[in-house]
């Protein structure tokens, strides 16, 4: 498969613990975006990467970080977690970058469950 | 601010009735404006974008800038057709936004 790929599918951990997801775009695609889904927020932008540099920031907490790098692939790191982080974390890729960013492929997204 | 608005959770229909979703969009500058789809057990995907003027899977949407509305259209809806419908817009920092999302039921 050459879509986008994310790792772990599912994770199950406790307040305050640390995890790391990790993505790795589309064969040929440079940008690298990062959503939070969760169920009263719908799909909340984080972040995005352009060819291992940010690009865009969004609603991102100061607690969550995250790194493109020089393969492309990318990793969110989120620490101290509180309860409220648990979500559907997508990653989502593009092969433009830039101010005009083209059609984004979706990865199927790293379930995070905070007890 | 910019924000995209999907004013309704969920939408059901029967098959053959036309279906509407609506979306509407705050933003000051030119948008760039998009519809995604999730089917079930599939990946976010996207269906259409106002650029293209075009039609999927009987599917349009028109931007209305007077409005500021990105409704989705299809004047006769079928089964396959029930998902997750997400508008989104492209602010010129390259930013997608989405709304909440729309879930469409069509029923037999």
């Known amino acids: 498969d050459s879509g986008v790929t994310q790792t772990p599918k599912h994770l199950i951990t406790a307040t305050g613990q640390r995890v790391t997801l990790r993505c790795s775009p589309r064969?040929?695609?440079?940008?690298v975006y990062w959503y939070q889904q969760s169920l009263d927020q719908g799909l909340q932008f984080l972040i995005q990467?352009?060819?291992?540099?940010?690009?865009a920031k969004g609603n991102i907490l100061e607690r969550f970080s995250a790194q493109q790098f020089p393969d492309l692939h990318s990793e969110l790191n989120l620490s101290s977690l509180e309860l409220g982080d648990s979500a559907l974390y997508f990653c989502?890729?593009?092969?433009?970058?830039?101010?005009?960013?083209?059609?984004?492929?979706f990865g199927e997204g790293s379930r995070l469950t905070v007890l | 601010a910019q924000r995209v608005t999907q004013p309704e959770k969920l939408l059901s229909v029967f098959k053959g009735a036309p279906v509407e979703l609506k979306c509407n969009y705050s933003y000051s500058g030119s948008p760039e404006l998009f519809w995604y789809v999730q089917y079930s057990r599939q990946r976010l995907q996207l269906l259409l974008r106002?650029?293209s003027r075009e039609s999927i899977k009987g599917f349009t949407a028109d931007l209305n800038k007077g409005e500021t509305s990105f409704h989705l259209k299809k004047p006769f809806a079928q089964e396959e057709d029930s998902a997750m419908y997400y508008c989104a817009l492209r602010n010129q920092g390259g930013k997608l936004i989405f709304g909440q999302g729309t879930e469409l039921s069509v029923k037999p």
């Open positions: 990467y352009y060819n291992g540099e940010e690009r």
């Open positions: 064969s040929g695609d440079l940008s």
């Open positions: 106002h650029i």
């Open positions: 989502a890729s593009s092969v433009e970058g830039g101010l005009y960013t083209g059609e984004l492929f």
